[in-house]
């Protein structure tokens, strides 16, 4: 299994998974002349891309998401609830509904919706297996529910959303409504909200912690990387920018190694085993 994220934050998000010639994006937040610059530094094929699953109609996850379906014909999948929100004329031919917890098969993938709590009309989160390996995007999360604990315990490689820093947003310049909004239930995790989640309900199976959609006014890398650092021991960690693509990770059996082209060093884990998907999901 092969990944990374080509964008991650509230001006964009964009991430990409792929087994074989199989290969998926969530969301397309970023133009689509920055998705194929990024992909282009890390070695991605635009063209391989198979599907493309929406979690929610907000603007920084669909920003992207038309042009670049329309020019490489890619099907997209996504919620009626989110299809009518986004307000885009998407190509008929190119669009299917589903449900927020489907399960549809893409080549050797199988891509798992996770209904979540948002503040969008439809919203659901995405874990994309080949029936070992679990790889959980999960990001825009009001709060830590039983669906998101359910997948951290089964995860492989966790994209988990950390926004915001809660004594930056409160006294940060953001109008008092959209405070509350970020904070109420339905917005954003904040780095404690996530740590919580993240420290209670991890496994010894998760071998890669990515960090995620990070605000760039409420929190910086350098913080969530000292919060979450002390927690991951035996766990590679990352943390997703804002301006840029990650690396390419490979995920094998045994080992995690970076393979982007325009990164050399390398990082390794040793695990016992990697233990097949949880059905009960």
């Excluded at 449900?99 to 893409?106: E, G, L, N």
């Excluded at 604990?149 to 926004?163: A, G, M, R, T």
Aim: proline fraction near 4%; glycine fraction near 8%.
């Amino acid at each position: 299994m092969k990944y990374c994220s080509i964008a991650s934050g509230s001006n964009g998000n964009c991430y990409y998974v792929a087994k074989g010639d199989d290969a998926v994006l969530i969301d397309v937040g970023i133009n689509r002349k920055h998705v194929e610059l990024r992909m282009a530094r890390a070695g991605i094929d635009p063209r391989s891309v198979k599907a493309i699953f929406i979690t929610h109609e907000h603007t920084d996850h669909i920003r992207g998401l038309m042009v670049f379906s329309k020019r490489y014909q890619v099907p997209i999948y996504l919620t009626r609830g989110t299809y009518e929100g986004a307000r885009l004329p998407l190509p008929s031919h190119l669009v299917h509904f589903i449900q927020p917890d489907d399960r549809i098969k893409v080549g050797e993938l199988t891509v798992l919706g996770i209904p979540k709590y948002h503040d969008a009309k439809e919203p659901c989160s995405f874990v994309v297996t080949d029936g070992k390996v679990n790889i959980s995007i999960m990001t825009d999360l009001g709060r830590g529910c039983d669906n998101v604990k359910h997948v951290i315990q089964h995860s492989d490689v966790l994209l988990l959303e950390s926004n915001y820093d809660t004594e930056m947003l409160l006294s940060g310049p953001y109008p008092y409504y959209l405070k509350n909004r970020i904070r109420g239930g339905w917005g954003h995790l904040s780095n404690a909200e996530a740590l919580q989640v993240f420290v209670e309900n991890k496994t010894s199976r998760l071998k890669h912690l990515i960090l995620g959609h990070l605000s760039g006014e409420n929190n910086t890398v350098e913080l969530v990387e000292s919060v979450f650092r002390p927690h991951c021991k035996g766990i590679a960690l990352s943390v997703a920018r804002r301006t840029e693509e990650s690396p390419l990770f490979y995920l094998a059996e045994e080992e995690i190694k970076v393979i982007s082209p325009i990164v050399f060093e390398q990082t390794t884990l040793i695990y016992e085993e990697i233990s097949f998907y949880s059905s009960s999901m």
